[in-house]
Each structure stands twice: as C-alpha cells, then as structure tokens.
C-alpha cells in the first residue's frame, strides 16, 4: 500500500523568512506525481505545487519549490519570502497514474508577523 | 463555469436519518473524486467516477453509503442511517483525463460539512 507521511504536525514561521514542509511515501512504482496542496481555514483545498517523478529538475511556482529526492522518497515544500497569506494546513499527495490521490496528514503551518 | 460546486456546505442531521450531499464538478471534467476528511487529518478517498461509471470504492465506503453520477455530470454522495462517525468533511474534486494524456491534480470544492448529532 502506498502511504504518505508528514512529520511535522505544525510548524511556525516568521513572515518573509523561509520554512521547508516535510513529506515522505512509500511506494514500489516507479510512475507517480507527487502533489503539495494548501487548505486555509474553512476554505477549499488550493493546488500549490505539482512534481512528476521521471523529472529530476525540482518544480518551482514563484515563492514554491520542492526538493524532490526520489531514491529518498522524500519530497519536502520550501516556502520562501513567507506571507501572512501562506497560513493554512499543507497537506503532500501521492498519485500513481490517474488513479486516486493519496494525502499525508498534513502540516499546519503558522505565519508571524 | 466557477469551479467545483458542493451542497449543502453544512449539514446536521440526527443519528439515524439519512442524507444527500451533492456535486457539481467542473463542466468539462469526465472524473469525479469524493473523499472523506475528519479534523486534523487528511482526505481520505471513497470513490470515483469516469464519466457515469463508478471505477473504484474504498473499503471505506460501507454499505450504508452510495454514490451516484448518473449522467456523467453531477454526483450525488448518499449516507444512510447516519452515525456520530459519520462526522466528517466530505470533499468532491474533478479532474479532466483524456486517454493517455495525464492530468496533474484535482479540482476541489469546498466540502460538506456534516455533524450527526
């Protein structure tokens, strides 16, 4: 079974400092897509950033990137420049194909001013 | 079209008494997700859908609960006989898949919120 874990249950922040979100899986296939997504409170669940395993350049959206280490199995989140915005619970997600998501137990992070 | 549409956005309802929590996915999505989400975890999947056909149920989906999308549009989630356990956010996504083009993450809606009491 393929399984997805976050080990940091909270972590805080100073704004406009830098935090990495960590997130490991476990998985015997070699195809797969890897997924950050950002829930604020009350609020729906908002794509951050996506990677593809058979690319070894790390994706990067503006003030995201992810270190992704496959052989690791680790895929960590590094916000940079964080915003106040940027509060929420990120949750990391694993997909084989086009098959079903599956989420770790995400990490909430705080943002102080 | 404005996204992925999910009503009711909260819901009590007694032990016992069922409920129909529905979806509107993004109008040109052929997939339709539902996961189940209890407070300090993750989403955890339940069904989903290819156009009208349902193509996989978790172990989690008891037999108390169906899910419907009858004309490959919008999709109703059904829980019968509702338990205190059943208290849960219940979140539908969408995603467009064409053959062997790859889709790259979900749509999500902003959930139903049900809390049996």
């Known amino acids: 079974a393929q399984t997805v874990t976050q080990s940091q249950p909270e972590m805080s922040v100073q704004e406009a400092e830098t935090v990495t979100l960590s997130c490991t899986y476990d998985?015997?296939?070699?195809?797969?897509?890897l997924f950050w997504y950002k829930q604020p409170p009350s609020r729906q669940m908002i794509l951050v950033i996506r990677?593809?395993?058979?690319?070894?350049q790390n994706a990067t959206e503006n003030r995201f990137s992810v270190n992704f280490q496959k052989a690791a199995k680790s895929f960590s989140l590094k916000i940079s420049d964080s915003q106040l915005g940027d509060a929420a619970m990120y949750f990391c997600?694993?997909?084989?194909?086009?098959?079903?998501?599956?989420f770790g137990a995400g990490t909430r992070l705080t943002v102080k001013p | 079209d404005t996204g992925v549409s999910q009503n009711p956005r909260h819901k009590i309802t007694k032990r016992g008494q069922n409920v129909t929590f529905r979806c509107d996915p993004i109008?040109?999505?052929?997939?339709l997700y539902w996961y189940r989400q209890t407070l300090g975890q993750g989403p955890e999947f339940l069904t989903y859908?290819?156009?009208?056909?349902?193509?996989?149920k978790s172990r989690l989906l008891s037999d108390r609960f169906s899910a419907e999308r009858p004309k490959g549009s919008f999709s109703t989630l059904e829980i019968q006989r509702t338990e205190q356990g059943d208290s849960a956010m219940y979140l539908c996504?969408?995603?467009?898949?064409?053959?062997?083009?790859?889709?790259?993450?979900?749509?999500f809606g902003s959930g139903t919120r049900l809390t049996v009491v």
């Open positions: 996504a969408s995603s467009l898949v064409r053959g062997l083009l790859r889709d790259y993450g979900y749509t």
């Open positions: 998985t015997s296939e070699s195809d797969y897509y």
């Open positions: 990677q593809e395993a058979y690319k070894q």
């Open positions: 997600a694993y997909r084989i194909n086009n098959n079903d998501m599956r």
């Open positions: 109008s040109e999505h052929n997939r």
């Open positions: 859908f290819q156009n009208e056909a349902q193509l996989e």
